[in-house]
């Protein structure tokens, strides 16, 4: 029982920012990994980035990578990604997610067991 709940997406114009959070349990919090990961329309869900449970490692993806910001407060029990010059391809559903398994590794979908419910963020010109 690991619930997760996003909040904070909308619509935004390119160039814009926003900053999602998701709200976690004081367990997931402080003894897990977390990732985010986003869903387009007719693709796959792709990796977008993830933080250890101290909030010291971070990794992201080259698509996104000196935009994006991962981070994590887990006094509030919250992971955020603050999103900072959006650009048209980075419409999406946004998950957040525990990572609960060392394989296949931190990009894959597969080493996460829970998620939360998606959040979308549209971005337009």
């Known amino acids: 029982q690991v619930p997760l709940a996003e909040s904070g997406g909308g619509l935004v114009q390119t160039g814009g920012s926003l900053r999602l959070s998701c709200a976690a349990s004081?367990?997931?919090?402080?003894?897990?990994?977390m990732g985010w990961f986003r869903q387009a329309p007719g693709k796959g869900r792709e990796f977008v980035a993830y933080?250890?449970?101290?909030?010291?490692?971070?990794f992201y993806a080259d698509s996104v990578k000196g935009r994006f910001t991962i981070s994590r407060d887990n006094a509030d029990n919250t992971v955020y990604l603050q999103m900072n010059s959006l650009k048209l391809e980075d419409t999406a559903a946004y998950f957040c997610?525990?990572?609960?398994?060392?394989?296949?590794?931190?990009?894959?979908?597969?080493?996460?067991?829970?998620w939360g419910q998606g959040i979308q963020v549209t971005v337009s010109s």
């Open positions: 997610a525990v990572r609960t398994a060392v394989l296949p590794g931190i990009t894959s979908d597969r080493a996460y067991s829970y």
């Open positions: 004081e367990r997931t919090t402080s003894s897990y990994g």
């Open positions: 933080i250890g449970t101290s909030g010291g490692s971070t």
